[in-house]
């Protein structure tokens, strides 16, 4: 079973250490996050991030994902302003991610992320439709759910 592979970059002798899905944990939170079930994803994926040593990016890039699957559960129990707050610093923990996730598609998942807080900054009752006296106008629809998939 690998839980994470370490990787020396010959020419500058830089250790990074990269985690794939063979890992069954991991690929087991990448699919509960990718079946809408964020809590446990976020319970999963918790707990490979626990033990990694604090200065390795992976942990940074983990802890992101991590925090995308707590960012979408704050959505899905309409807590809007938590889930902005959380993918926000998803968004940033993400930076470089290519480098612990080599296989993963980053850019789709930034693009689908995007949506999401562009969705989430925008306040219930101001999409832009006319207001009809007496009703109650609601926020967009709501994007489709980002996945985490492997790169093509």
């Given at each position: 079973m690998e839980i994470?592979?370490?990787t020396v970059n010959a020419r500058s002798h830089n250790r990074q250490v990269i985690m794939t899905l063979k890992n069954p944990d991991f690929a087991r939170g990448i699919?509960?996050?990718?079946?809408?079930?964020?809590?446990d994803a976020h319970e999963v994926l918790e707990d490979l991030w626990r033990?990694?040593?604090?200065?390795?990016?992976?942990r940074?890039?983990?802890?992101?994902?991590?925090q995308l699957a707590v960012a979408f559960h704050h959505?899905?129990?309409g807590n809007y302003v938590g889930a902005r707050s959380v993918l926000a610093r998803a968004l940033r923990n993400l930076h470089g991610a290519e480098n612990s996730f080599p296989h993963l598609d980053f850019d789709?998942?930034?693009?689908?992320?995007?949506?999401w807080l562009r969705f989430l900054l925008q306040p219930p009752g101001t999409d832009k439709r006319p207001k009809r006296s007496g009703l109650d106008v609601r926020r967009q629809a709501a994007p489709p759910m980002p996945r985490i998939l492997a790169r093509s």
């Open positions: 994470c592979r370490l699919a509960l996050f990718n079946r809408a079930h964020f809590f033990p990694i040593p604090r200065e390795a990016p992976l940074l890039h983990l802890q992101a994902i991590v959505e899905s129990t789709q998942l930034r693009a689908d992320l995007g949506l």
